[in-house]
């Protein structure tokens, strides 16, 4: 009697040729060595040459940047930020300073991304606008090389983060928002560092719990870990994103409790008797005294230009300067809940995943181009297929984990941590409806869109155990996503770098009529 066909080929015999072939290089010493570190290095490069060419377009302050980038110069001149005269603007873009005054002016942002910026100038001068977006653009492609990073360690396949690096290296909203002198990109940057380190301190300390209750049957609590450093470095950047923006509040209180809750849930899987107590009321409070502290030193710190001068907005409202600071911070407050002022481009959070109303940062208009109309325009629209996607493949994922919790079956536990991302800097904008917000503020969002979009791929694509024919129906179709991707960032590139385009050119570029 003949021995009974499998129902599957050997798994060498179910991959597709592609497998085939990225399994035999990264077997291969030599060979993976080299795509280890040439496909970062290649992303890397590319999304550099894509946010430093022709930096210095607009030679004008584009959108906020009349704020941002005199204050950040103001910082370097003075240690706080001054008041600028009338006509600043258009001494500035000469390198004529002359307009800052040493009275101190009300600024509703902290220091951090401002000091950024002016390393730029710091080094190249003022009356350059390629200098003062200098920082912006290396730190928005230091941003495309950390996703690289977190995806890896997310999934532990370098072809899932090379492409979470290709797409936030092409995506439009991070591009435009790392070549204009703004905020965003800054915080983008801090808040997805602190994350990463919150991932690193993941793969450190839940082992440690696990293990130290094996040797216990059902211990009454766990064990409390002390030694956490990725902790503290998480506190570090989260404290830094703060400094850029109080935004970055979200993200330190989010991650915090996703540090407690994962905690418990260790604590739960290793039979700990007490593990909701143990979690919450032990090692909960060694993690806020490793994350917050360190959050709060880093936060102070941006401040101290402000603290070691006497001539910044309310430093004299006190002889003590941290109940200066504090006044200080209360007038700021007071600002942030009644903005409501009306603005062209107001976005509330609610539009966003319908990606309504994006901002045009700049508009130039060139009737000097062959075309009967040209015009040139800086809209922060992402690439729509990243973007749709993404909100899609984070309502698939959310679907995923709802439902493998009510079922209580295995799931990847890598399926939230996108989500828990994507938590912390969407949910809170939904409690504030009536502000004037901007869309160009979920370029924080967009690594975590990437994220999830790549762990969705992953599942179209297939898994080693699939069929040989659903492999390559997957791979067929992630791949000819990829391609469509990359040509509609090539679509939009031109309105994202501001180059000059025939009217008629520029208007199919508006998807939805509220593009316009």
Same mark, same amino acid.
């Given at each position: 009697?003949?021995?009974?066909?499998?129902?599957l080929?050997?798994?060498?015999?179910?991959?597709?040729?592609?497998?085939?072939?990225?399994?035999?290089?990264?077997r291969?010493? *030599?060979?993976?060595?080299?795509?280890?570190?040439?496909?970062?290095?290649?992303?890397?490069?590319?999304?550099?040459?894509?946010?430093?060419?022709n930096?210095?377009?607009?030679?004008?302050?584009?959108?906020?940047?009349?704020?941002?980038v005199?204050?950040?110069?103001?910082?370097?001149?003075?240690?706080?930020e001054?008041?600028?005269?009338?006509?600043?603007?258009?001494a500035?873009l000469?390198g004529d300073?002359?307009?800052?005054?040493?009275?101190?002016?009300?600024?509703?942002?902290?220091?951090?991304?401002?000091?950024?910026?002016?390393?730029?100038?710091?080094l190249?001068?003022?009356?350059?606008?390629a200098?003062w977006?200098?920082?912006?653009?290396?730190?928005?492609t230091?941003?495309?090389?950390?996703?690289?990073?977190?995806?890896?360690?997310?999934t532990?396949?370098?072809v899932?983060?090379?492409?979470?690096?290709?797409?936030i290296?092409?995506?439009?909203?991070?591009?435009?928002?790392?070549?204009?002198?703004?905020?965003?990109?800054?915080?983008?940057?801090?808040?997805?560092?602190?994350?990463?380190?919150?991932?690193?301190?993941r793969?450190?300390?839940?082992?440690?719990v696990?293990?130290a209750a094996?040797?216990?049957?059902?211990?009454?609590?766990?064990?409390?870990?002390w030694?956490?450093?990725?902790?503290i470095?998480?506190?570090?950047?989260?404290?830094?994103?703060?400094?850029?923006?109080?935004?970055?509040?979200?993200?330190?209180?989010?991650f915090g409790?996703?540090?407690?809750?994962?905690?418990?849930?260790?604590r739960?899987?290793?039979?700990?008797?007490?593990?909701?107590?143990?979690?919450?009321?032990?090692?909960?409070?060694?993690?806020?005294?490793?994350?917050?502290?360190?959050?709060t030193?880093?936060?102070?710190?941006?401040?101290?230009?402000?603290?070691?001068?006497?001539?910044?907005?309310?430093?004299?409202?006190s *002889?003590?300067?941290?109940?200066?600071?504090?006044?200080y911070?209360?007038?700021?407050?007071?600002?942030?809940?009644?903005l409501n002022?009306?603005?062209?481009?107001?976005?509330?959070?609610?539009?966003?995943?319908?990606?309504?109303?994006?901002?045009?940062?700049?508009?130039?208009?060139?009737?000097?181009?062959?075309?009967?109309?040209?015009m040139?325009?800086?809209?922060?629209?992402?690439?729509p297929?990243?973007?749709?996607?993404?909100?899609?493949?984070?309502?698939?994922?959310?679907?995923?984990?709802?439902r493998g919790?009510? *079922?209580?079956?295995?799931?990847?536990?890598?399926?939230?941590?996108?989500?828990?991302?994507?938590?912390?800097?969407?949910?809170?904008?939904?409690?504030?409806p009536?502000?004037?917000?901007f869309?160009?503020?979920?370029?924080?969002?967009?690594?975590?869109?990437?994220l999830?979009?790549?762990?969705?791929?992953?599942?179209?694509?297939?898994?080693?155990?699939?069929?040989?024919y659903?492999?390559?129906?997957?791979e067929?179709?992630?791949?000819?996503?990829?391609?469509?991707?990359?040509?509609?960032?090539?679509?939009?590139?031109?309105?994202?770098?501001g180059?000059?385009?025939?009217?008629?050119f520029?208007?199919?570029?508006?998807?939805?009529?509220?593009w316009?």
């Amino acid at each position: 009697m003949s021995a009974p066909v499998p129902l599957l080929p050997p798994p060498a015999e179910r991959l597709t040729a592609w497998g085939r072939l990225r399994d035999s290089m990264l077997r291969d010493p *030599e060979w993976s060595r080299v795509i280890r570190w040439l496909a970062p290095l290649v992303i890397t490069a590319l999304a550099a040459v894509l946010r430093l060419a022709n930096l210095a377009h607009p030679d004008t302050l584009a959108f906020d940047e009349t704020y941002y980038v005199k204050d950040a110069w103001s910082l370097w001149a003075l240690g706080y930020e001054g008041t600028w005269g009338d006509g600043a603007n258009e001494a500035f873009l000469t390198g004529d300073t002359s307009a800052l005054g040493d009275t101190g002016g009300f600024v509703v942002h902290p220091p951090l991304g401002k000091w950024i910026i002016a390393l730029g100038m710091g080094l190249f001068g003022v009356g350059n606008s390629a200098a003062w977006r200098l920082m912006v653009a290396l730190v928005g492609t230091a941003t495309v090389l950390l996703v690289y990073f977190v995806a890896k360690a997310l999934t532990r396949s370098i072809v899932a983060a090379s492409v979470a690096g290709l797409l936030i290296a092409i995506d439009g909203l991070s591009i435009v928002m790392s070549r204009i002198g703004l905020l965003d990109g800054i915080l983008t940057f801090f808040v997805l560092l602190g994350f990463f380190f919150i991932l690193l301190d993941r793969r450190r300390s839940i082992p440690l719990v696990e293990y130290a209750a094996v040797e216990t049957e059902q211990p009454l609590w766990g064990r409390i870990i002390w030694r956490r450093p990725w902790v503290i470095a998480a506190g570090v950047a989260l404290g830094a994103a703060t400094a850029v923006k109080w935004s970055g509040l979200y993200a330190l209180a989010g991650f915090g409790i996703y540090l407690v809750v994962t905690d418990a849930l260790a604590r739960r899987r290793a039979s700990v008797l007490y593990w909701p107590m143990d979690a919450v009321a032990r090692q909960g409070v060694v993690s806020f005294l490793l994350l917050v502290p360190a959050a709060t030193v880093t936060y102070l710190v941006s401040w101290t230009g402000w603290l070691v001068t006497a001539g910044g907005y309310d430093r004299q409202s006190s *002889e003590n300067p941290f109940a200066a600071l504090w006044n200080y911070h209360e007038a700021i407050y007071a600002f942030h809940v009644g903005l409501n002022s009306g603005h062209p481009y107001a976005s509330p959070a609610w539009e966003w995943p319908f990606l309504i109303r994006p901002t045009a940062v700049w508009v130039g208009d060139d009737a000097s181009c062959a075309a009967d109309h040209c015009m040139s325009v800086i809209s922060t629209v992402p690439n729509p297929l990243i973007w749709y996607a993404g909100v899609a493949a984070s309502i698939y994922l959310l679907y995923r984990f709802v439902r493998g919790l009510i *079922e209580r079956r295995p799931m990847p536990w890598t399926y939230g941590l996108p989500l828990v991302g994507l938590g912390v800097t969407y949910v809170p904008w939904l409690l504030y409806p009536e502000r004037t917000i901007f869309q160009f503020y979920t370029v924080v969002m967009v690594p975590f869109l990437v994220l999830a979009l790549v762990l969705a791929l992953r599942d179209i694509a297939g898994h080693r155990d699939d069929p040989l024919y659903r492999r390559q129906a997957g791979e067929r179709t992630v791949m000819v996503f990829l391609i469509g991707v990359v040509l509609v960032s090539a679509f939009f590139y031109p309105v994202w770098i501001g180059m000059s385009v025939p009217y008629d050119f520029w208007l199919i570029h508006n998807w939805l009529p509220t593009w316009v």
